[in-house]
Every structure is written in C-alpha cells, then in structure tokens.
C-alpha cells in the first residue's frame, strides 16, 4: 500500500469512527504509524524524532497525557507570555467547557512542556480533535523557569475561539458554556501542582468558577477525588 493510499485510509478511519473525539480517553491508537510528513519536520518544535508539547489543560497532568501519549517525558513548568488560560466549547466527556489559550497582549499563564516521540504527534493532534476542526495546532514560545530565553512548543487552541475575556466577567455572569467541570478544573489543579508550576498560579486555577458536575469515569481513570479546589 502506498503512502496515500495509508493516509486516505486513516483518514478513513477517523470519519467512520465516533470513539474519535475532542479530549477522548481511550488506548493508544494506530494513527502513530503513519509516517511524519518533511512540513512536520521542519517545525521548531520537533528535534529530531522528538517534539516539545506545551499542555495547558488537561495535559498538564501526567495520568491523562499518558493515555494516548505514552511516550511522554515531563520537562517541567514552562511559561507563555502574551496569551491568556480561557474555556469554551463545551466537551461530553468532561462535562463542562474546556482549555484554550487566547492571544492576549499582557498576560501569560503557566503550563507544562513535554518531550514526546514524533510518532506521538498524530495521536495528539487526534486527541485534541483536529481532524473534527475542534482545536488547531500552534508553534508558541515559551520560558522555562529561570530561562532567559524561549523555547518553540506545539500547543492547541479552539478554532471557535471565546469573544470575551473569561477574567473580565463577575462570577455570576459567567455563561454555562464557558465553565468547566469540577473534574476537568481539579485535572488541571493537580497537573499544575505535580508539574511544579508556581503557587499563586495554583490558586488562580482554583478560583475559576466551574459547574459543579463530576465526569465520574475521569474522576476515577485519573484518580481526582479528593483533589482539593
């Protein structure tokens, strides 16, 4: 079989199947057999047969990112300037809006950089939903803690970015559609705190308002019960 035919195929396979979605949980799937494309390549983000990630979210925390990307080696906390941590779309799995970052001049927010195997990178981008137009991919810059220079990342936003600025809303104001789960909020709590990301960003995660709901089988997958908001 040749090499369009194999992609025609896999992309086959993302259409046919509804286990395919925006943050699925599921086993590692066989996307990472097609082969990386000489565009891929050539981003700054990859270094030979490894990427740098840079989760925000979810990913922040080794248990979920391991699910899909199991080659996945924590780097440690990284910083992205000139963007804000915002929520919209609305995810069943997690019951509740997730991540994305938003160009924002004069903010930044704090998340985690990774080394994955490049074989990885198209069970990432099928994670995020890109084949679904959900999110797309970015090559961000980052800084490690006390790095004076920065360091090329692919990070996701949604493609159907937030009109208003999450921080600039009262609590009461803020619409269902733009609050996340308490499961999906103390995912990202407890991703930030095992990947050593400074404290005070700890508690601003912690005063996001969320729904209150439970997404009972990610709860207990990545073990968050008793993970304190």
Known sequence: MNRQCLIGFATYLLAACPGYSCHSIGSVNSISSINVSNATQNLPEVQGNKFLYFGFGSNMLAKRIHIQNPTAVRIGPALLEGYRLDFAFVSKRWDGAVATIVPTPGDS?????????????????????????????????????NASESTPARAYLLIQQPETNLYELSQESIPASRQPSKTYLQCLVQGAIESSIPEDYVRRLKGIRHNNRVASKLEETLDLKEVQL
């Open 109 to 145: 927010l704090w998340g985690t950089l990774w080394e994955i195997d490049l074989s990885n990178l198209p069970d990432i981008d099928n994670q995020e939903g890109v084949h679904l137009g959900i999110y797309e991919p970015r090559t961000v810059y980052v800084k490690r803690q």
